[in-house]
């Protein structure tokens, strides 16, 4: 398949540079030396990529980002900036405008084509799964072969479907009704990554994050607080906000009244801790358990910006892996709908003749089985 690749800066020799590098990838290359330009092309052309400069002429990188995503043609198409620009600031204003990477120049040209190459896989998109019942097999869904690193997900036949199991860098949806294992393979995701000295962030809303270390140390061959210690864990404390509780000395609590943007800093702060950041891209792992309080508690345009906002850190901050789980029945149909479009993927909990069973329901850009699985 041969990809279309938009790019826009005012300054000749980077464009030129770019368009060479992007040539060289057997890519078709646009070009645009002014921001008007710019979105005049994306609507135009429709490129698979778009890389933009942040100061130029008529329209400015942010503006490019924000016109893109109001388009409805072009909503979906990945973005990177790459800017000299690259204080904390403008980094979190081209985040804010919906880009998908920001690169800072002077830029390395394989960091560049390897960071265009992740957000051009996650833009391929497989057929959707046709609907199936716990007894029944479902197809394999066959997309072309991608080098693609996977993290095993705790249960063997899942990891099977998967074809290794949930593509690192991805945002999944975890979605079933209460009770059913959501919760407990959340846990072993994040008891696996500590395991293997990956870094994991849990941002606890429905749980006391002293009740979650109980559980993660019934799993860990050393003591949750060892991990805390060696900067590989890190909570970020909702459930004092959600249970109107005093928060028992979390670092990272969430207190009086929750605002999106006031949780988005604290899972900033906390990841900054962790290297789970543009400049240290530690990657690991994330567990949002759940979003269901944000979707009760906040309008369906504030949360889909902020869930938005954190699934678009996942390839910046070093390919981090990001749970969000969902209790089913607690939104309507549109709005799981609205979430399900963010996500890369989608994991289904059900229970079938008392036994629990799990799925994966989508992928976005890599191929599974949606058969149903005993857990």
Sequence with gaps: MSYKVLIADDEPN??????MLFQDMGMTVVTAINGEEAIQKASQEKPDLIITDVVMPKKSGFEVCR????????????????????????????????ADDYI?????????????????LRRKTPPEAPPTHPETKAPIIDETEADIAHIPTGIPQLDHNLNGGLPRGSNILVLGPIGKGKSSFARDFVTNG????????????????????????????????????????????????STMTASENEPFAITGTLELNQLAGSISDAGYDLGQTIQSKLGGRRVIDSISSLLINFDLPTVQRFLSQTARTAISFGQVTTLFILEDGTVSEQVLNNVKYIMDGVVEFTEQDNHRMVRVSSM?????NAQWVAY
């Design 14 to 19: 980077i464009l030129l540079l770019a368009q």
């Design 67 to 98: 016109s893109i995503r109001a388009n409805p043609e072009t909503v979906d198409t990945p973005i990177i900036i790459l800017s000299a620009m690259g204080d904390e600031y403008n980094k979190i204003t081209g985040f804010d405008g919906g």
């Design 104 to 120: 800072t120049k002077p830029f390395s040209v394989e960091e560049l084509k390897a960071r265009a190459k992740a957000l051009l």
């Design 194 to 241: 500590l395991k293997a000295s990956e870094r994991c962030l849990f941002i606890a809303l429905d749980d006391n994050p002293k009740q979650i270390r109980e559980q993660l140390s019934q799993s860990l061959p050393r003591p949750v607080a060892e991990y805390e210690t060696s900067r590989l864990l890190r909570f970020v404390d909702a459930y004092s906000w």
């Design 364 to 368: 976005k850009w890599t191929k599974y």
